[in-house]
């Protein structure tokens, strides 16, 4: 698993896997309480189009980052600055903040600014992260994304 992946799975959850398709099957279709029910060559009868997920699934809602690490902070008991500092955000969640993950998760996400371990490349590589979560599925700030 990438860097990133694994910091969206430390926010999104499980939540991080809606709407990709990926290992998702979709749910039998029962019939509603008092209904005929539903004979097999009915059944088979169906358009396959109204089997597949993306058809029936509902919209995943955004979830909203700030809130999730808001929370994280204030349950982590100590000052923390994840809003613009990638090594807090990487502690925050629990995960490795050393220059070598910060130089791969830099390569993961195309990010070349300044040298490396720099303040530039620090904030550089936080935007980009936020970028990232909100193009997955995330509800960021405009003022994370900046």
């Given at each position: 698993?990438?860097?990133?992946?694994?910091?969206?799975?430390?926010?999104?959850?499980?939540?991080?896997?809606?709407?990709?398709?990926?290992?998702?099957?979709?749910?039998?279709?029962?019939?509603?309480?008092?209904?005929?029910?539903?004979?097999?060559?009915?059944?088979?009868?169906?358009?396959?189009?109204?089997?597949?997920?993306?058809?029936?699934?509902p919209a995943a809602?955004?979830?909203?980052?700030?809130?999730?690490?808001?929370?994280?902070?204030?349950?982590?008991?100590?000052?923390?600055?994840?809003?613009?500092s990638i090594v807090?955000?990487?502690?925050?969640?629990?995960?490795?903040?050393?220059?070598?993950?910060?130089?791969?998760?830099?390569?993961?996400?195309?990010?070349?600014?300044?040298?490396?371990?720099?303040?530039?490349?620090?904030?550089?590589?936080?935007?980009?992260?936020?970028?990232?979560?909100?193009?997955?599925?995330?509800?960021?700030?405009?003022?994370?994304?900046?």
């Open positions: 698993m990438s860097i990133f992946d694994t910091i969206k799975h430390a926010i999104f959850g499980d939540k991080g896997v809606l709407g990709t398709g990926i290992g998702a099957s979709p749910a039998p279709t029962q019939p509603a309480p008092g209904a005929a029910p539903t004979h097999p060559q009915t059944r088979a009868a169906e358009p396959t189009s109204q089997q597949a997920p993306s058809a029936s699934a809602q955004p979830v909203d980052v700030e809130a999730i690490l808001t929370q994280k902070a204030a349950a982590y008991g100590k000052p923390n600055n994840w809003q613009t807090d955000l990487l502690t925050l969640l629990g995960l490795d903040s050393s220059l070598t993950a910060r130089k791969e998760l830099g390569q993961e996400l195309g990010v070349h600014a300044g040298a490396d371990g720099s303040a530039e490349q620090n904030i550089a590589l936080h935007k980009a992260v936020m970028k990232q979560l909100a193009a997955n599925g995330g509800h960021v700030p405009a003022s994370m994304l900046d």
